[in-house]
């Protein structure tokens, strides 16, 4: 979480740097009419900071940085170190990326850099060192922003010496990795790491060979980790009481998250949901946000307060959509309700990007006002659930090495060609979330004992001691749920040698002998068998299915059609004190909705409040609050909760409630109470 | 104008270096039956030409300008500057382009040279003044063809350099750049010209920075016209009676046509419409045409007198097809009537091709007949409407400025991906164009002062002196249409810093708060006030919805649908003597029938004649004669044109008309009569 | 046919270089409860055998040798030179392909080297030599089996050189190959052949220039020839008696393989059906392969035992589908049924391709069980039809010049974009084999005399003196069919000068004035004159629309729209002793089905037996028995087969069949009689 936080941060991106003194002294009022306090920058600051290589010109920030501590602004302060000045890419062309393509670019884009280039983290370095020396104890200053949205991939010949450096430790000899990589296979075999070569489509390994490309993602992730602390390092060497941090962008499976937000004090991410997700994907990411470190709060670094320039079609946020979506990321776990941008640019890519102060500088634009009143009652609100976690017993595991091997194999050697993992994941989270059953995205490291329930859809790849975990966690009376394509592979993306699902079918009590594909237009029937709970007799399901032996599993479903008509699809295996139940398939929304109310009824897990109406549910509790939030979504009908015996404060409007209360339509309750 | 012209050219593209003299021989005899008055070559013939550096072997064209004279043919010379040898490539590398994608070409396609090429306009140079001075004075010489649908973007060192000195030119300092392209914006601030890198794939900048798109595409329209004038001026030094000039081909967006044509005697283009393009989308283009010279006539250079080989299904022309279209060029403005090709090659890209003469060299095909047969009534019209001009109060404003911008913001920064510049003018005109409303194609710079009526749809860019001029043209009496999408930036693409629509807010008495994307299945509808004089109750509407705030303006139409239902879609504000009406949306088709019928009739605009029937209406005026052209479309109906008191020869009959006049189905009257 | 075999070859890919050893022997014991006698390899495994340059380790192959010896598994044996080792990619550079962008490619993909390499062929012949060396003699080699799929192009310098004196042999001197290739269309003269350059995407020709394209796949495959050949003349001169062959994979169209396999012992090709493909489909290319070598068996090299993985969708083969493939590839003419692959790999790109035995490494599997009947059966079956001809009196006409050619074209010239060559030639071939009408896939120089009724579908390309035996072969009484396209361009792709359908315009006594092309959406109708004995008055077509004019021709069916309607559409024309007919356009499938049924019954072609049911039936004869393959595609119903007063042995059952013999459901028939 964000140290020392006193309030919930409210404001976002701001670029003074593309404005004269005047049009910022009214932004000052304009912040303060809004509730704005808090502002990200100098993002792209670093030709003007640095408009020669070491001689810095930080006199504009300096006031900018004063002015702001008078008007009681916070400060989140960015190394400006995403998009380097164009002296840096001419004077030293090894900072610039070569692409997939086997392009060397030339000077131009943001986040447009070789994360492994040497000069590019001297001078970033000595850069974020600068910053540190002049503001790591600047009043204002309250959190530490590395770059901007890493993630842009390199091939360049620095990269692949460190490529070949990264295998040498990982596998040691050359014999292992020929072992490990399986370079049998179409006689890949190496005898040298000289002799590996980047997977780009020059050699069209970006496509066909699934290992080299997992291990580079790894590899691109260690890289941009060491390039993150480059900076991180300095920063927090002169005032470690500052949280540093960067942003997850939407390219999101590009490096693996877990991994990096490691490194971070808190996880931060933008959110730009298009205008067709619905409610319950973007209520998905920040739930994954949110396990990136392990249930802490989060930041929401970035959201539109009106309409994107980067969908097909850039609808504007309709009347009171901007505040819902502000408050669902806070009752997902955000700590900051932050803004992308809050004075709109006059050029350039983001010019008719939506912004609290839009180019006519009105205050009564529907942006502004909405964004004020959001401000006014977040001063309201105080801190009242300031680094609260979401208490929850079920949880749903997500792997960005799975989605990758998966991703990779849905390519080429999977069935199916059109495997996406993070929808396919999304579905098991939608079910709860339409229940309002707390949920945490978890790690595969996670530690499983606070759990009831676990989905594990799509396990492809069983790596560390999953396997082993797994097991214990149903052994002691866990229930789990998994699906077709799980257990195939192991860490080096190997398959089982033996059946399928490889170490989780003594869990499961089954073996797979095959795999059908259904093209989307093709589907066939879960067929349920007599006592199974759930309330149709059957369901849709296709994509992928399974030709299923079972051995101590009993039969909850069977197929409707096709040659293995009859065969199992649904199976539930006792193991130890708990459940391990198996899906063939991929089911329809009912039924994983039957599921999970069958699932979380056996393991008494529901939603903490009897809700009536389409009503978003969550619990955030800290140290002295339990704080409640209750979104209603109808638009023309007004929703229920029922707080039975407890009673709260609607910090909103202030009033005391228990008993059944009224949320109005599209409108919300922030209910607290003491611990 | 052609200067000297003392009939239609009825001819087109010949290749006589692919034949043996019999063949041609044959061909004279043919174009003699056929009406052939007229052949351009040899556009291909540089490497024939030139063989080697510096050595000329003109012996052959020599022998065939005499043969074409001693058949009174007329002749368009053409500099065969498009294709250059095979050694210049290979011995001068320079002049291969560099593509987009930053990868030098190897020789092969026409129009694959380097505009900016020293060598290349050394050798082009040198070749024109060999032509020249053989045939500058020839009789049969009518006009010089410069080069080849030139439009080929280069991204080579020599384009960067000339580049960098064009932006020198152009901002003078590297600190006006700077603020003039608002570098701060993702911090692209340069500190020396010599940063700047050329929008190509290898940066993003080609899709990511609309300015310096924008100005590359300036700065390739300068180096063009340089590469025309480099050959043009040494044809007029030779003789300047005679008309220099080079043609517009299909990719008509990637030079800025009305600063080309101002470098050239007479505006040429090649007709090549799709099987399914309406006829008022072929019209539009010829008035296009005739609007780069302000009205003056020009040449339909090419049209295929039978199918075109580039089209993914290339029907044949239906019977009396090509007589249609031909009229409609020469209605439009055109004083040719040009063909591409007159004999069909035997081998290469365009081998199927249509040609006057196919491979079977008949002259009873259905081709040659309609060929014949409109070469025929061409010697009995004469010189009739040679450089008549169409008159007209009632224009619509087009600039390739704008096209750009809007095309690079729709890819990016607008709120709707879907913006075709040239499709969206055309909703425009044909309306108009349906009404028999005779219509100019406006340059930005054009003289407003003879009109009533203006059309300025999506006038983004507001540059140089239009929105003055645009106010006084309304104070003055006249009627401005302008629409969602206008007054947004500057002529640096730099959005206004002030409410929209920027400099036009005062004349339109409305000020725009914002502006909702529609997917293209998504519609409202433009609900029209009491009193309106539309006929209908309502309109549907798309693509954009500005949420609009009145100022002076009335409002005409409000918003069906949405949460801005209601609020003000269609405004009219009086502004002086005139009035300015606003389109918040994209309309239907009949909404801006409407709207044509209401504001022409408020101005007193009509057709000049009154048609029963399908009709195509359009008069010619010149210093001698009126000639009006009556095409009707209908297969089955004849159709009727009422010419009151008017007394008029028609030409291809040589009957006296007067009154109610008969126009037999798919078949047209031209009409003529003394001034 | 390969050489002294005595039985049809079972087995397939094998790659025990990926096992230990204990995998091996149970692979053995496997390998015979499936019947399997033939194992291929070691087809990726250059790496393993030599270690670095002239350093060979070929231990673990003589130790796999001798054991399938032991256990009389017959090999054939690859070299294997299909992915070289990264140390000859990384030390000589030159080895790796240029791709068609001009890009150097770097090490990975299989099939990844220049064909013209010289220290490629260099180290292959010598790694070829080795294996000779040591196995040409050895008791298990049966068949020699040379890289594999090949079919990359390489643009490299290598290639470029060869290619311009490739180019001199072909065409002497370079004012001949101006003329041939027609270069003063667009500007193209050369007067050197260092100026002809490659085409690629650098210059567009491989777009635009449709003779270079020609004949760099004609380059192409006379290099791939040379490349094939360096290896097999060493393997031959080792011991002659052993087949000498490679595999056609799916990109049949890039070598001319009437050409490639003319320089092999037997045709050998995989076979990968779309889980969408028509049996016919399948069919048509077994019978393409046969016709490769005029008739002779072939080898089905490869085909997948279940699930394929690179199809968009890898639907599970059905139950008995693999035994029903497996059989129709053998009544088509293959000597082999083999599998891609007898075990599964455990990685990379084909790690969840089907296999004989999979990961779980189970005999209880599906697929095992049906390989193991495939197996017993065949072991019942013997030496039967080893050699086996097809006796047909029906041919069609199959031709990669033309191929290339018209798919050129099509891209470019031609009326219609969407020609694909393989798809539209098969539709004729479709007809004949729902009729069970023996057929046979000719190439353009083969031997008519043994025919009755040709069909020469888009003959576009008339080359060598195909004209003058087509003329021949109907004057002899024979029958051809030919169609729009026909007829228009000589060897160099130069089209006729003079009327369509040039060198056949008198055998069909008919020419084309134009052809109209139409959208997919839009058809028009064969309205059947009186008489023509075909059972319906119209019948659909579309795509293409010749306007015909007829000479001695007589009319069998007009157009019955648009403004052609009435003119000629189908023309039969007799010619000597025969009849030749014409289709101006492409008829739907009726048309065909009742075309081929009149033609063939003028020409007393028929079934070999009449069947009842959805039979497909061929004869296989060879010096000791004929063999009647009768395959009932029916999954409910079974089929009947009426053997008159013929006896034979049905050799699966044992049991001796006359008269009307049943099939039953997805079931077939195997019977003999002695010749």
């Given at each position: 979480m964000i140290k020392h936080a006193d309030r919930i941060y409210h404001g976002g991106d701001y670029n003074p740097d593309q404005w004269d003194e005047a049009t910022i002294d009214k932004d000052m009022e304009l912040f303060k009419k809004a509730g704005i306090n808090f502002v990200v920058l100098p993002v792209f600051s670093w030709a003007k900071l640095e408009p020669q290589e070491g001689v810095y010109d930080f006199g504009w920030l300096d006031k900018l940085m004063d002015k702001f501590a008078e008007h009681d602004l916070k400060v989140c302060l960015a190394t400006p170190t995403t998009a380097q000045p164009a002296w840096l890419s001419k004077n030293y062309p090894e900072v610039l990326p070569v692409d997939k393509q086997g392009r060397k670019r030339t000077h131009g884009m943001r986040v447009f850099f070789c994360v492994n280039s040497p000069k590019y983290r001297e001078r970033a370095r000595a850069m974020a060192e600068e910053m540190a020396k002049r503001y790591a104890h600047h009043p204002s200053l309250v959190v530490w922003h590395v770059a901007n949205e890493y993630g842009t991939f390199c091939y360049c010949p620095t990269c692949e010496k460190k490529f070949r450096q990264w295998l040498k430790n990982r596998y040691g000899t050359i014999n292992n990795l020929n072992e490990k990589w399986h370079t049998s296979f179409w006689g890949r075999t190496v005898y040298d790491f000289e002799e590996i070569m980047l997977p780009t489509e020059l050699n069209d390994d970006y496509r066909f060979n699934p290992i080299v490309n997992l291990d580079y993602r790894r590899f691109m992730t260690d890289s941009t980790i060491e390039c993150f602390e480059n900076e991180a390092e300095v920063l927090r060497r002169y005032n470690p009481e500052i949280t540093v941090q960067t942003n997850i962008s939407g390219h999101i499976e590009n490096l693996d998250q877990f991994k990096m937000v490691k490194h971070m004090d808190i996880a931060a991410w933008d959110n730009y949901p298009k205008p067709t997700d619905d409610k319950s994907f973007i209520a998905y990411k920040h739930d994954l946000m949110r396990g990136l470190k392990g249930g802490e709060s989060f930041m929401m670094q970035e959201q539109s307060p009106n309409q994107q320039n980067w969908q097909p079609y850039s609808k504007l946020k309709r009347p009171g959509e901007l505040r819902m979506l502000s408050y669902q990321a806070m009752a997902h776990g955000s700590d900051t309700c932050s803004y992308f941008q809050l004075r709109q640019s006059i050029?350039?890519?983001?010019?008719f990007h939506g912004a609290v102060?839009?180019?006519?500088?009105?205050?009564?634009t529907r942006t502004f006002r909405e964004v004020s009143q959001i401000g006014k009652e977040l001063q309201q609100i105080g801190?009242?659930?300031?680094?609260g976690r979401r208490p929850a017993k079920a949880g749903i595991i997500f792997d960005w090495d799975n989605w990758w091997a998966m991703e990779y194999a849905s390519q080429n050697c999977m069935p199916n060609k059109n495997f996406n993992y993070l929808k396919k994941i999304s579905k098991y989270h939608k079910v709860l979330f339409n229940q309002n059953i707390p949920l945490d995205m978890l790690s595969i490291e996670a530690d499983f004992s606070g759990y009831r329930v676990i989905f594990a859809p799509y396990l492809y790849m069983i790596k560390g001691d999953i396997a082993e975990r797994l097991k214990g966690f149903v052994e002691q009376g866990g229930t789990l749920v998994t699906t077709t394509l799980s257990g195939l592979v192991d860490e080096h993306n190997r398959a089982v040698f033996?059946?399928?699902?490889?170490?989780l079918k003594e869990l499961l009590g089954i073996w797979v002998e095959e795999t059908d594909a259904l093209p989307p237009d093709e589907k066939n029937q879960i067929c349920m068998e007599e006592?199974?709970?759930?309330?149709?007799?059957s369901y849709s399901c296709g994509f992928h299915c399974d030709v299923i032996h079972t051995r101590e599993a009993n039969v909850l479903g069977r197929y409707g059609m096709d040659f293995y008509q009859g065969t199992p699809v649904v199976t539930k295996n006792s193991y130890g004190k708990g459940q391990a139940y198996y899906l063939g398939t991929e089911p329809d929304e009912k039924f994983l909705a039957e599921l999970a109310r069958v699932i979380c009824s056996e393991q008494e897990l529901a939603a903490p409040y009897q809700t009536v109406g389409n009503v978003e549910l969550t619990e955030r509790v800290n140290e002295k609050y339990k704080t409640v939030f209750a979104l209603n979504y109808d638009k023309e009908q007004e929703a229920e909760i029922d707080l039975k015996d407890e009673t709260f404060t609607e910090l909103i409007t202030g009033k005391t409630l228990t008993g059944k209360a009224k949320i109005p339509a599209y409108d919300l309750l922030v209910l607290r109470k003491d611990i």
């Open positions: 050029a350039g890519q983001e010019m102060i839009s180019h006519n500088g009105r205050e009564d801190d009242s659930f300031i680094g033996g059946e399928y699902p490889g170490p006592g199974s709970g759930f309330t149709e007799k």
